[in-house]
Structure formats: structure tokens, C-alpha cells
């Protein structure tokens, strides 16, 4: 994967976007953020170091990640959030529930936190499994955050708010969002557009916007889309 010209992605406390269609190359580029990929050349800095520098173990532990096929363990919702981690009760929990959007789902189960989700939480709709799973990535305030498609399954709305609450409550987060949907990275701190793996566009929203190229495009198109877009199941 090419980036930036000379193999060379830093990453320093600031929301990095990465967009482009489907198959350009960003879920490939959180898994070598995640060193679930390794690679041989080129650069991925965070604040300063370079992620090979780490072991993957030490890495992961301090870092969240969220793909868009939420990993949902049979058991409750509270320990799907949890993973049995001790110290996140209390506002630390209550904090993850309200940012990830969760705590408005918690009304329609029928014991709250303590509902049971069967295998692959097939009881949760797509929306409520990613908020699931949000709420566990950011439980623990990680020094990083990797959201792949996080939020796909969500209505507008709840995607807004989402963000919302994330870019108030995390301000100084480091974290990387790859997304097909445009709308998600609006405030974001830099865009990068990708296109089979190369990087075509980088810059702020207003400014890739001003230059009318493949992310204008993107744009233009997601916005009539989403005028037809159903909404999320409940």
C-alpha cells in the first residue's frame, strides 16, 4: 500500500479518516495499525513511533478496535461490554453506554445490562451489536482507537450522535476511522482518500471538497443516497 508519497502514515493525537469504495485498501491498513499484517517497508508512526517498535501484545492492550462485524460472545450484555475486566463499573461504564449510544437501547431489553444475547448475538439488530461493541472499545479509554466500518449498521441519527458524544467526551483521542460513508469524517482532523491501495487525496473535508476530486465525488453520491437509505431495524 502506497501513502503519502513515501510510505509514511503518523498518527498524533488527532482523528485520521480513510475513505474511498469498497476494496481500496482500508481495512488493510487498520490490520497493520492492529499488527494483525505485518509489513516490510514504509512507516506507521504513532506520536513519534513506529508501530514495529512494540510488541503486539503491549500494543493491543492499549489500543480499541471495532470492525463492522461486531464480535458478540453468548452471555450478557454487560459482559459483552466488560469482557470481565474489573475497575469499569460505575461511571466509567455509564460514560462508555451513553458515548457508543448503547444506553438508549437498554429500555427495549427486558433486564437491562443483565439481558442475555445468544451465540453472535442473533437477539441484537446490526446497529445495536456495533454499539455493543463500541462501548466496549472505549470502556478503557485507549491511548488509540481503530474503527473500521464501526458504525455502518446505524441510522443516521444514532451515527450522528455517536460522533458527536465521541468527539466531546474523547477529544484528545488518537484514532483512526475507515469508512465507506463520507458523513462519518466530516471533522475529521485529516482525510485520506483511497483508491486501490494508493492514496489520491489528502487534506480537511472543506478542503478535498474544494478540490473536486474522488472524494467530492464520494460525497456528492452518498448524499442522494442517503435521502432513500432505509432506517436501521429496531
Not at 463499573?89 to 444506553?103: F, I
Not at 448475538?121 to 472499545?137: C, D, E, M, Y
Not at 476530486?213 to 432513500?228: M, N, V
Request: proline letters at 2%.
Amino acid at each position: 500500500m502506497q501513502l503519502l508519497g513515501h510510505n509514511c502514515l503518523q498518527l498524533c493525537s488527532q482523528t485520521v479518516a480513510v475513505v474511498g469504495k469498497i476494496g481500496c485498501g482500508k481495512t488493510s491498513l487498520v490490520s497493520l495499525l492492529a499488527r494483525l499484517t505485518e509489513f516490510s517497508s514504509g512507516e506507521l508512526l504513532i506520536n513519534g513511533k513506529d508501530i514495529r517498535t512494540f510488541e503486539p501484545a503491549e500494543l493491543r492492550s492499549s489500543m480499541g478496535l471495532v470492525t463492522q462485524d461486531a464480535f458478540i460472545m453468548t452471555g450478557t450484555i454487560k459482559n459483552n461490554v466488560t469482557l470481565g475486566r474489573e475497575g469499569f463499573e460505575g461511571r466509567a461504564l455509564e460514560t462508555a453506554l451513553r458515548v457508543s449510544q448503547l444506553k438508549h437501547d437498554l429500555a427495549k431489553f427486558p433486564k437491562g445490562l443483565e439481558t442475555s444475547v445468544g451465540t453472535r448475538g442473533f437477539t441484537l439488530s446490526g446497529g445495536q451489536k456495533q454499539r455493543v461493541s463500541i462501548a466496549r472499545a472505549i470502556l478503557s479509554r485507549p491511548d488509540l482507537l481503530l474503527f473500521d466500518d464501526a458504525t455502518s449498521a446505524m441510522d443516521a441519527q444514532t451515527e450522528e450522535n455517536f460522533w458527536k458524544a465521541f468527539r466531546e467526551e474523547l477529544p484528545d483521542a488518537i484514532c483512526l476511522i475507515a469508512t465507506h460513508r463520507v458523513k462519518t469524517i466530516e471533522h475529521a482532523d485529516l482525510i485520506l482518500a483511497l483508491d486501490e491501495g494508493r492514496l489520491t487525496e489528502k487534506g480537511t473535508h472543506a478542503e478535498l471538497i474544494a478540490l473536486g476530486g474522488l472524494y467530492k465525488q464520494i460525497y456528492e453520491r452518498q448524499k442522494l443516497e442517503e435521502e432513500f437509505a432505509p432506517k436501521e431495524a429496531a
